[in-house]
T-cell receptor
Framework: GAVVSQHPSWVICKSGTSVKIECRSL??????MFWYRQFPKQSLMLMAT?????????EQGVEKDKFLINHASLTLSTLTVTSAHPEDSSFYIC???????????????FGPGTRLTVL | AQSVAQPEDQVNVAEGNPLTVKCTYS??????LFWYVQYPNRGLQFLLK??????LVKGSYGFEAEFNKSQTSFHLKKPSALVSDSALYFC????????????FGKGTRLHILP
């Protein structure tokens, strides 16, 4: 199956600093990647859709200046949490989809997640 | 509005017994449905999906799911549970007119008791 990696797997940072999380599709090219946030004991919340070579599409209520997304290549998307605060602490998960094979029924392949703790 | 519901927060099953994790859906048009599993501090792993055709879908790790249109359900099943099946299970469906967005159920924690 398709493999998606994330780096780092966990990060602790001070309030006010910025943190970059990488999402890579290892054995396939992904024109579309997704960033999710998961709070403890809750489901995944889609934050944004990352499209290679174009601007990300953010879900309602997600601050684009706070969560910067860059999808510079067909195998890499990055999420930068700028000026992080304790309320940004969460589990961030990315996923990637092989474009165009089945459209709406495409399977998303998820990364292992990144646990962010902001002190 | 489209939705996916998992009525049980937690399911406990003895090892070796059959297991069922429930999911009901409310979606427009033809339903496409997915099951994912999440192990502690890990991302989601794809188990199986229903697009069309046979109502019984077979997936990874011996899991299967039965699509029931009249009951709008897509329950996940396994004939004989393993302790290693203990995890968080999510039912999901794509959002109508959004080629990119999936909605997830709230998740069901499955505990397999040795």
């Amino acid at each position: 199956g398709a493999v998606v990696s994330q780096h780092p797997s966990w990060v602790i940072c001070k309030s006010g600093t910025s943190v970059k999380i990488e999402c890579r599709s290892l054995d396939f090219q992904a024109t579309t990647m997704f960033w999710y946030r998961q709070f403890p004991k809750q489901s995944l919340m889609l934050m944004a859709t990352s499209n290679e070579g174009s601007k990300a599409t953010y879900e309602q209520g997600v601050e684009k200046d706070k969560f910067l997304i860059n999808h510079a290549s067909l195998t890499l998307s990055t999420l930068t949490v700028t000026s992080a605060h304790p309320e940004d602490s969460s589990f961030y998960i990315c996923s990637a989809r092989i474009f165009g094979r089945e459209g709406r029924t495409d399977t998303q392949y998820f990364g292992p997640g990144t646990r962010l703790t902001v002190l | 509005a489209q939705s996916v519901a998992q009525p049980e927060d937690q399911v406990n099953v003895a090892e070796g017994n059959p297991l069922t994790v429930k999911c009901t859906y409310s979606v427009s048009g033809n339903p496409y449905l997915f099951w994912y599993v999440q192990y502690p501090n890990r991302g989601l792993q794809f188990l199986l999906k229903y697009i069309t055709g046979d109502n019984l879908v077979k997936g990874s790790y011996g899991f299967e799911a039965e699509f029931n249109k009249s009951q709008t359900s897509f329950h996940l099943k396994k004939p004989s549970a393993l302790v290693s099946d203990s995890a968080l299970y999510f039912c999901a469906a794509p959002v109508m007119n959004r080629d990119d967005k999936i909605i997830f159920g709230k998740g069901t924690r499955l505990h397999i008791l040795p």
